[in-house]
């Protein structure tokens, strides 16, 4: 904790610690270190399927921005231990990440990061670089890094409109960090293969967003029907995949009645077709 | 009892702290807040483009400061930090202006009385509701005092005449463009000249923004309301404005903030703030 000498001229409360950096975590390590995650005590034997693990995530650029989605499943081991989880998460105006992996420390630290880039934007006046929002949420991961070695493991799925490209960018991780922009379209989590072979089909470079997110949606879809760990769409109880656009416009998530309807379209596709569209072989 | 040399009363120490910070904030220039029929407006006439007067702290809370840069930037620092400690210990709807404004009474008030030199700041902590009538507008002098106001708060420099203006036009419910004209009047002195848009800092925080609704005007966006708001026959648009205000008062039960000496309740002369908004 800070003594007076530390803080502005005749201000007492420690809230007013000057850390000299930008950064909300490196605040937070000095002024209530407790509150931040992946700090505890080291855990004594590996946490396993215990906890609940969040699934598919995918993304892909579209003409002017960028989509994501994800499905709405946690599961622990064989049990779907939650059917509508929400694994997309605004972070600012113009980004968004989705989390695959345990879904409790990927969820504290999408909070955190949201704070960590809004708290640069109104200390600064400026926003972070699209690079620069990339770069700190790798070191977010790399920080969780002994807790993955026990089973906490995060990887996220990052994506931003980018003012200066005017195009939509992605970028990947590994447990280590990263971050590793992709090009096109990127999945993560248990159903990312299937989800990766059908973007690769469907994919459309500079297509509008309403196409990409179809073909994002047709991706879970495939990804839902070879990976048990994946939901699909919930037609009975009208849970329906969360999908994000970022465009100039800022961040867009879909409302459920849209989504609910492309989802319809979808699977009458897929009455006659259970395979979904056929990409053209030549 | 003979006294220690060099001995002043503490009277006498408040009364000079008192006079050397108003002499501080008399230097600078006014920035006025007001609620409009979406949210709240910020002005500020600030020659300096790099530093601002007027910052978003959180989801809904805003803050006006004038006078020293470098102490009112330190306390926009420590609120920021107070919002997203508390947004993030517990949840972002649990961050209130109320707590922010606390916060910076206690401080301003112990540097008051503890240290040397008081701070030459004045600032306002507004929070947008759902409503107009869960609007929050705090305004904080540098002795600590707290005010709760309505409708419109004027601070900095020529307090009084800025504020005299602006109670002279503001009235419940305008639009946004209005709002930045009774604004810009305000900060104007009578037969001068309105301040450069390229000097004007303007904000809102709008309530139908969803998130963040805090929000920047500058640029293309200001010139056309700064013109939007200017009507091309001033008497026209004056005179049922003129009648609309005469008619009204009885509705209009809690009056604007009144300039002059009864507010705000700055120690030592003023009356003893209870903190209890009366």
């Known amino acids: 904790m800070a003594s007076h000498r530390d803080l502005p001229a005749g201000l007492r409360d420690s809230i007013f610690l000057d850390t000299g950096s930008s950064s909300f975590t490196e605040f937070l390590t000095a002024y209530a270190p407790h509150l931040l995650p992946g700090r505890r005590e080291g855990i004594a034997t590996p946490i396993g399927d215990a906890i609940p693990h969040a699934t598919t995530i995918v993304a892909a650029t579209c003409a002017g921005g960028v989509v994501m989605a994800g499905d709405r499943r946690a599961t622990s081991g064989n049990m779907i231990s939650q059917r509508d989880v929400e694994k997309v998460y605004r972070t600012d105006d113009y980004s968004c990440m989705g989390i695959a992996g345990t879904a409790s420390t990927g969820i504290e630290m999408a909070r955190l990061y949201r704070v960590e880039l809004e708290h640069y934007e109104k200390r600064e006046g400026r926003t972070l670089s699209v690079e620069g929002k990339a770069n700190r949420l790798a070191t977010m991961i790399r920080e969780n890094l002994p807790n993955a070695m026990q089973g906490l493991v995060v990887v996220p799925l990052f994506a931003a409109y980018d003012p200066d490209r005017d195009a939509g960018r992605i970028f990947g991780y590994d447990v280590g960090g990263g971050p590793y922009e992709q090009q096109q379209f990127h999945a993560i989590g248990s159903g990312s293969i299937f989800a990766r072979g059908s973007l690769k089909k469907l994919y459309r470079e500079n297509a509008s967003p309403a196409d990409t997110v179809l073909a994002c949606l047709q991706a879970l879809y495939d990804a839902a029907d070879d990976d048990s760990a994946t939901g699909g769409p919930d037609v009975t109880r009208k849970i329906w995949p969360i999908v994000a656009t970022i465009t100039d416009e800022g961040f867009r998530r879909l409302p459920d009645d849209e989504v609910a309807e492309l989802v319809q379209g979808m699977l009458e596709g897929r009455m006659t077709d259970p395979d979904g569209p056929v990409a053209p072989l030549r | ?278």
Do not use: C, W
Request: charged residues 25%.
């Open chain 2, 1 to 278: 009892m003979s006294m220690p040399f060099g001995y002043v009363p503490a009277e006498q120490q408040m009364r000079d702290k008192a006079d050397y910070a108003r002499k501080g904030i008399a230097r600078g220039r006014s920035s006025v807040v007001l609620q409009y029929e979406h949210g709240i407006l910020f002005v500020a006439h600030n020659a300096s483009r790099a530093l601002h007067k007027i910052s978003e702290i959180y989801d809904r809370i805003g803050f006006a400061a004038v006078g020293r840069y470098n102490e009112f930037e330190a306390l926009r620092l420590g609120g920021i930090r107070y919002a997203d400690i508390n947004g993030y210990t517990y949840d972002r709807g649990d961050v209130t202006a109320r707590g922010l404004a606390n916060l910076y009474a206690q401080n301003l008030g112990m540097i008051f009385t503890d240290s040397i030199k008081p701070y030459e700041v004045e600032l306002v902590v507004a929070e947008v509701g759902e409503t107009s009538d869960a609007d929050q507008l705090y305004r904080l002098t540098f002795d600590g005092s707290v005010t709760d106001e309505h409708g419109a708060v004027a601070l900095g420099g020529q307090v009084d005449a800025v504020a005299g203006r602006l109670k002279e036009h503001y009235r419940e419910g305008l639009s946004l463009a209005e709002a930045l004209r009774v604004g810009v009047t305000a900060l104007t002195e009578p037969d001068g000249e309105r301040p450069p848009t390229s000097q004007l800092e303007v904000a809102v925080l709008d309530r139908n923004r969803p998130h963040r609704k805090f929000l920047r005007l500058t640029g293309a966006r200001l010139e056309r309301l700064l013109a939007e708001g200017t009507p091309a026959a001033p008497e026209a648009a004056e005179a049922p404005e003129a009648q609309e205000r005469q008619a009204e008062p009885p509705a209009q039960a809690a009056p604007p903030p009144a300039p002059g000496p009864d507010v705000p309740p700055t120690a030592p002369e003023g009356d003893i703030d209870t903190g209890s908004g009366g």
